[in-house]
């Protein structure tokens, strides 16, 4: 897959080609992956920022508006080490969340 490139991560997020790969994917899931809502508005989030651009769908999650708020306040208390993990990485464990 080709390389996108852009001057910056927002003008790659407000890009025809990115609105319209988050808009099938959001019409595809219909529901927050993590949470499982369906009447939230719903956004496209990246585990990794590695590739931007032509990222694979792996690197991708859908998210309701509060789930990837919560996600990122989150990372902000993360290591930066850390954030570099895919996001199902970071989840804790079930025996964890006991």
Known sequence: METIRYASYE??????????????MKATVRKCQLCGHDDRPLEVH???????GHEPDVDLVVLCDLCHQHHHRRMLQVPAAQRLLPFHARMPAARELN
């Open 11 to 24: 003008a790659y997020l407000a890009s025809p080609e990115w609105r319209r790969r988050a808009g099938r």
């Open 46 to 52: 990246h585990n990794s920022y590695r590739h931007v």
